[in-house]
């Protein structure tokens, strides 16, 4: 069956379905026709007269639809009910990485924001505008190094979160069940990030986990 059809059997989404797919392992024999109504189940699976989703009727086994849509239904927007549902076919290293590299780009992004092109860039800003009896308006002057000590403070901070995050995803490598592109990819971050660091940093910073005694 297509996602579509699955998804209108049973009233959920089809980003729904594409979850069950990935959790329950489907797989479609290779060579096998498309042929509308007719699932290949893996081989392996249990025989009888059972459905897409090895039961008799209803989501998967084990499956948190119930919860989902009849707690936060009431209280979450369609968007919201459509990540989580996405989320659950999620493991907690894809979800590290994920938020690995949304704090990466920020902080790549806060370089383009935040950045200072001298000693004499500096930005006035009004921040006051009085008027009746008294009237006048009042400016803020950020100089080249007062705005370049809060990029650094920001950043410290930001490169900590992401340090600490790295950490928590090498520890699931040793754990968890990764391929060898999740062990290549956050090598080549650390790599980078001990470069930024560099950049912004006199002092050389190095991951703790790579200290050898």
Same mark, same amino acid.
């Given at each position: 069956m297509k996602y579509k059809e699955i998804a209108e059997k049973y009233g959920v989404s089809i980003n729904t379905v594409k979850s069950w797919k990935q959790r329950h392992s489907w797989q479609r024999q290779k060579g096998a026709p498309i042929v509308k109504g007719v699932h290949t189940k893996k081989p392996g699976a249990?025989?009888?007269n059972k459905n897409a989703v090895g039961n008799k009727g209803g989501a998967p086994p084990q499956n948190s639809n119930a919860v989902t849509h009849g707690l936060f239904q009431k209280y979450l927007p369609a968007e919201s009910l459509e990540i989580m549902e996405q989320l659950q076919a999620r493991s907690p290293l894809d979800?590290?990485?994920d938020n690995i590299m949304i704090q990466y780009t920020a902080i790549i992004r806060a370089q383009q924001i935040m950045y200072v092109k001298d000693?004499?860039?500096?930005?006035?800003?009004?921040?006051?505008? #009085?008027?009746? *009896?008294? %009237?006048?308006?009042?400016?803020?002057?950020?100089q080249a190094w007062d705005k370049q000590a809060t990029f650094l403070q920001a950043q410290s901070r930001a490169m900590?979160?992401?340090?600490?995050?790295?950490?928590?995803?090498?520890?699931?490598?040793?754990t968890d069940l990764a391929t060898e592109e999740q062990q290549l990819r956050i090598a080549r971050l650390k790599g980078e990030v001990? #470069?930024?660091? *560099?950049? %912004?940093?006199?002092?050389?910073v190095v991951f703790k986990d790579?200290?050898?005694e």
């Open positions: 249990p025989p009888g979800i590290v990485w000693r004499d860039d500096s930005t006035t800003t009004k921040v006051e505008v #009085k008027s009746g *009896n008294v %009237s006048g308006q009042r400016w803020e002057v950020q900590a979160t992401l340090q600490s995050l790295i950490r928590q995803y090498d520890e699931l490598l040793k001990e #470069k930024i660091n *560099n950049e %912004s940093n006199p002092e050389v790579d200290l050898h």
